[in-house]
């Protein structure tokens, strides 16, 4: 079975930009949960989806965005970027939430 | 509210090696716990998990043992090797992850 992919790998963007990350989930997982890891703040949580729903959401500003389709596949966006949003940004799947979740290699996004 | 707190690294360790890194977290009830590895430029892989008091996880060598008594999920390995050099995360879940700080191990030939 494929593993949870994310695209891209590597991103650079400049402040004031706005960016989308790309999820797709094991195949028959149907929750999606999105982690940003820094140096600074460690790994910490951004939102959860399912079956096209947002399920949580962590401390983040309204500039931090997801949705999730009908095949589960899931996108995260960050409108308005700043130097501080630079990190690596992760994602998960798992059957549901309470389940082992799953991690994709995460996207790397450098804001200049 | 829930943390995890783990013992901060860097952790450097001759070959063969005993390792230990400690984990304890707070939580309402008794959440499934793990230990999640991330080696450079990659992302989290999981390494064990206990859904429940007194259970043991294990895999790779590595072991934790699920202690509510103590609310400790401590990570062991009798014997280190140099590929065990990665970060180590120790999670619990409930509506999310909650993840500790992560523990750099390094192991030296």
């Known amino acids: 079975k494929a593993g949870v992919t994310q695209t891209p790998r590597y991103l650079i963007k400049t402040r004031g930009q706005q960016v989308t990350l790309s999820c797709s989930p094991i195949?028959?997982?149907?929750?999606v949960s999105w982690y940003q890891q820094t140096p600074g703040q460690g790994l910490q949580f951004l939102f959860e989806?399912?079956?096209?729903?947002?399920?949580n959401k962590g401390n983040f500003p309204g500039r931090f965005s997801g949705r999730q389709f009908s095949n589960s596949r899931s996108e995260m966006n960050v409108s308005t970027l700043e130097l501080g949003d630079s990190a690596l940004y992760l994602c998960?799947?798992?059957?549901?939430?309470?389940?082992?979740?799953?991690f994709g290699p995460g996207t790397r996004l450098t804001v200049l | 509210g829930n943390s995890v707190t783990q013992m901060e690294g860097p952790v450097t360790l001759s070959e063969e090696a005993f390792l230990t890194i400690n984990c304890t977290y707070t939580?309402?009830?008794?959440?499934?716990l793990f230990w999640y590895v991330q080696y450079p430029g990659e992302g989290l892989q999981l390494l064990l998990k206990?859904?429940?008091?007194?259970d043991k996880g294990s895999n790779k060598g590595f072991e934790a043992t699920y202690r509510k008594e103590t609310t400790s999920f401590h990570l062991e390995k009798g014997s280190v090797q140099v590929s065990d050099s990665a970060v180590y995360f120790c999670?619990?879940?409930?509506?999310?992850?909650?993840f500790g700080g992560g523990t750099r191990l390094m192991v030296k030939p």
């Open positions: 195949s028959g997982h149907r929750s």
């Open positions: 999670a619990h879940a409930g509506n999310m992850l909650t």
């Open positions: 206990a859904t429940k008091a007194d």
């Open positions: 939580a309402t009830g008794y959440p499934s």
């Open positions: 998960a799947s798992s059957l549901d939430l309470t389940d082992t979740q799953y």
């Open positions: 989806y399912f079956s096209e729903t947002q399920r």
